[in-house]
């Protein structure tokens, strides 16, 4: 084995640091724009140092304390322009980071306040990206398929509005944390989803988005070590991310689970989220709060992950999960999937009759056709089929996904 | 250091107004300004209360351009909207959550949507004076 280079360790100490810098700057100065621009400052100095000077002992303490002088000195710069104005913010927050347990770590601040629900959604995520994830904003653009411009008046305006409206840099009270929390999993997921199944663009999958999604989960985890949902979707992360090496062919096509090459599935990943998953189920057992939406959805990858086929999934439990979930969210995606999984249980004639139920509500969704275009094929009826993968084709925004549809349609017989 | 963050809290409700103002009925009329006047008597004893007040209908409003020579006097609002302000609060509150919190009551008990926005302080009108 060879030791890192310094661009590794670079590469590594942003993952694990910038949102630590970050979020200490911002409790410390009380502003995320100073915290932003000086943990940026400190990391270009690292990569301009270390590779001549070699890594520190402690990359994260020389980063922090190079970002706080960063910082005090850009203040001190603009405190010549208004002494006194300037000179308060400084001693705004000068007690020490606190070494102590998850509720005060200043990322979880950082967390929520980024998650804030008085930011548009499109806000929540970049600003997530930027501040915690430590994405650029060329990068986040183009994660979303923006212009940079576009993206950096985003975050500005943003960071703009947690200012002017005081939106605190806080943990919810206990009264609020349960509901804060799911809209930070949201955002979390919905991350990880447009990194899963892009919905627009050429990349049928972006890395970038599902890494950062994890590595997200991840902190979330280390935060709130008890909570089950953070578990849940962690877990579902994992499980879900695990089949990534058999979800598109070499030709770019998607491949749908029952086809999937289960042999290169990522078992370690796999490992990971089961045990997630068991620590919840024992949890539950135990005594603990019921299963949220993500903890069931990790469930019912779990089975996926634990089959040997497809044939051989235990689809009865998977049915059973989607019908607990349908009771927590009773959207109609849910019960898409429920039907979906229905058929396997009882027959395609069975599960369609109850996506056709949902026919008003999902006609301008391109899974629901695709659903009913592959049921409507096993049940021999070629002509509806082939329409279905007509609709579908014409609403999937994923090249992959497109390729994969056209050619089951293609393989219709007459 | 700084003083507490001021919320000017708006009220919009439709530009029709009934016998019973924004209201269906006279019960939900009576009710509305019980709960409205608990709510206000809540954030007096809690340090949040600045001011608060309903308006006369937008038709009652004169619209105003003095920037001329003579000024120029408009009857009706400076906006045609479906919805106009009918009322408001200027409250105190720590940060938005506290705001936002105080806006789900108030807007429980005037039965009306809330525009919640952050008054000036003294340091945004200093940034804004020195870019």
Request: hydrophobic letters at 45%; glycine letters at 8%; one cysteine or more.
């Amino acid at each position: 084995m060879t030791a890192p280079t310094v661009d590794q360790a670079i590469t590594r100490v942003h993952h694990e640091e910038w949102a630590r810098v970050v979020a200490g700057l911002a409790r410390r100065f009380g502003d995320l724009d100073v915290a932003e621009e000086a943990t940026a400052e400190a990391f270009v100095a690292a990569a301009e140092r270390w590779p001549r000077e070699g890594v520190p002992p402690n990359p994260g303490g020389w980063l922090a304390t190079t970002a706080t002088r960063k910082a005090i000195d850009r203040l001190r710069r603009e405190s010549q322009r208004d002494a006194i104005h300037q000179a308060a913010r400084i001693v705004y927050d000068d007690t020490p980071p606190e070494p102590t347990g998850p509720v005060e770590d200043d990322r979880l601040r950082l967390v929520f306040t980024c998650c804030h629900p008085a930011l548009a959604m499109e806000a929540r995520l970049a600003l997530t990206l930027r501040l915690l994830g430590g994405l650029t904003v060329p990068e986040i653009a183009r994660a979303f398929l923006v212009q940079e411009t576009t993206m950096a008046r985003r975050i500005t305006r943003a960071k703009a509005k947690i200012k002017a409206a005081h939106i605190p840099y806080r943990v919810p009270s206990a009264d609020d944390i349960r509901e804060r929390l799911a809209g930070v999993l949201a955002v979390v997921y919905l991350v990880f989803n447009e990194g899963y199944l892009a919905s627009e663009g050429d990349d049928p999958v972006r890395v970038d988005l599902t890494d950062e999604a994890i590595r997200l989960g991840r902190l979330l985890r280390t935060l709130l070590p008890d909570d089950g949902e953070v578990a849940g979707l962690l877990a579902l992360m994992l499980l879900t991310d695990a089949r990534r090496p058999a979800r598109v062919s070499r030709t770019g096509e998607l491949v749908t689970l029952d086809e999937q090459d289960r042999g290169a599935w990522d078992r370690t990943l796999i490992a990971e989220g089961n045990a997630l998953v068991r620590e919840r189920i024992e949890a539950v057992a135990a005594g603990g709060d019921p299963p949220g939406r993500y903890q069931l959805q990790a469930a019912i990858n779990a089975v996926h992950t634990d089959a040997p086929s497809a044939r051989g999934t235990d689809w009865s439990t998977i049915v059973a999960l989607y019908g607990r979930m349908v009771l927590l969210d009773p959207s109609p995606i849910v019960r898409l999937n429920r039907a979906v999984a229905v058929a396997e249980v009882d027959g395609p004639g069975v599960g369609l009759a109850e996506i056709d139920r949902l026919a008003e509500v999902l006609d301008g969704y391109h899974a629901f056709h695709a659903a009913r275009a592959d049921l409507l094929r096993r049940l021999g009826r070629g002509g509806e089929s082939r329409a279905a993968y007509d609709r579908a084709i014409g609403l999937a925004g994923n090249p992959a996904e497109r390729l994969y549809l056209t050619r089951r349609r293609d393989q219709l017989a007459g | 250091m700084s003083a507490v963050p001021r919320y000017l809290l708006s009220v919009y409700g439709p530009a029709e107004r009934t016998e019973f103002g924004t209201y269906p009925s006279q019960e939900a009329m009576l009710q509305a300004f019980a709960d409205t006047g608990a709510f206000n008597v809540r954030l007096q004893r809690d340090g949040h209360f600045v001011f608060a007040d309903g308006l006369e209908p937008a038709t009652t409003a004169t619209t105003v351009d003095g920037q001329g020579a003579k000024p120029a006097f408009t009857d009706g609002p400076c906006l045609e909207t479906k919805e106009y302000l009918g009322g408001f609060w200027v409250i105190e509150a720590a940060d938005l959550d506290v705001a936002l919190a105080l806006a789900a009551e108030g807007s429980k008990a005037c039965h009306g949507t809330v525009e919640v926005r952050p008054f000036r302080t003294e340091e945004s009108v200093r940034a804004l004076l020195e870019p």
